[in-house]
C-alpha cells in the first residue's frame, strides 16, 4: 500500500511535524527524495512502503497537470471519498449512455441522485468542520446535520455505497460506511489530505477523475461523467491510438443510442396496445413505462459494453483488409 | 475474424447509417412540418428532445389501419398524427421516413438480441 500525503499550504519541517505529527524525513516527493519542507499541491509519499509500486503511483499523480485539483478533491472529499469516487465515476463512464438517452434517465437519476447525496453529505461535514474549529454552539446542530445527511445517502442509496465502498481497503471504515470516521475527519484539520492507495490501477482512476471533477471553490465540485471526449482527448495526448479511441468511442454511443431507441419504440407500443386492449389504466401506463425505461437502459448499457469490448478488433481488423 | 467482431461490425454500420439517416430525415422533413401551424403541435410526444423525428417517420412507416386505429384512441397524442402528415408532405419525405424508420428499429431491435444473445453466452468461446 502507498500513503500519499497532500497538503494545500507549505510547511516547514517543524510545523510540519507538529501539525501532523509527522517527521519530515519520513516524506519523499517524486524530485526531491529528501525535502526540507512540504510543499503546497505536491504529493509525498510516505516512506514506510517505498517500493516500485509506490513510486509508479506517486509518479501518476505527480503530474503538474492535476495535483492542484487533486489536492483540493481530496481536502474536499476526503481521502477514501476520493478513492471511492473515482471508482465509481471509471464505471459511470460505461454507463454515460445512460446520461444522455431519455430511454435511460430512470438510471441517470438514480447515479445522479448517489452522487448529490454523497456531496450533501460531504457540504454538511465541511460545514461541521467549520463549525467545530470555532468552537461555537452550534457545533451539535451541524453534527446533527451531517448525521442526517449521512443517514439519508444510507438509507435511498444502500446499494451504491456497497458496491463503491467494497474497492476500498481500509481498516478503520470508509466516511461513507461510518459516519465517526467522517466527522473525526471533519473535526482534524483539513489542510492536509492522505491517500491509501492499493495499486497504480487506483492511481490512474485518481488521475483521470482529477481531470473530470473540477473543485468550484467551497467543496462545490462539478464531476462530468459524460466525457466520452475526455477518452479520445486522453488517449491523444498519451500518444495513444487515438483513431481507434474514436472509432470506439462514437461508435459505441451510436449503436446503443439506437438499441435503447428500438427497445423505446417496440415498448411504448406495447403498452398503447395493453392500455387500449385491457382496462389497467394509467398506473400500468407508469409502471409499464418505467418498464420499458429500465429495459431501454438495460439493452443500451449491454449494447455500449458489447461495442467498447469489440470495436477495437473489428477496428483492426478493417484496418488490416483495407 | 470472429463472430462477434463481424457482428459488432455490422451493428456499427447500421447505427452509422441510420444516424445519417435520422439528422436527414430531421432536417429535411421534420424541420418544415415543425415550422408549419398545420403541423406543429400533431408530431406526438417528445421522450427527448428530437424524438419527435422517430415519431414522424413512425407515422409513415405502420400499415395505416394501424394509424388509423391509433389516431381514434385516446392515446392518439403519444403519436403523429399520419393523416394531417400526409397531406403536408411529398412522396419523398414518406418514403424517406419509411426507410429511416425500419432501418433505426431493425438496427434496434437487433442491437437488444445481441446484447441477450451475448448475455447467455452464445458468442464465448
Redesign the interface.
Known sequence: MSEIILCNRTYSASVFKNECGIGIELASSLTCANPDMIIANTPYLLKNGNSAVCKASLAKLSNPSITKNLTSLALSFGGDNLISLSSISSQLQEYNVGLMGASTSVYANRMGGFVGSVKNYQSALIEYSQVAKSKSPLKVAAKQKAKMAFDKMQNSFKHEVKVVTSQVKSSRGTPLTNFDRGANIAKSSRNMAKLDIMTPVQADKIVKFTKYAKVLGNGLTIIDFGSRVGNIQNSYKAGGNWEREMFIESSSFAASAATGIGVVNVGAGALTFLMVATPIGWIGLIVGGLVVAGAAATASIGMNNIIKDNAGNTYDALIKSL | ?NT???L??V??A???V??VLYVAFGQITVRKLRKNPKTKGLLGVE??SG?DI?NVA?AFSLPRSWTRK?EK?K?SF??ANATVLYENTTKFDQVLGFVFYWV??????S??L??LL??IGIFSE
Open positions: 475474424m462477434i467482431t463481424m459488432v461490425g451493428m456499427i447500421a447505427s452509422m441510420s444516424g421522450y427527448a424524438w422517430i413512425q391509433i384512441s392515446f403519444f403519436y433505426l428499429t431493425t438496427t434496434g431491435l442491437g437488444a445481441l446484447v451475448n448475455y
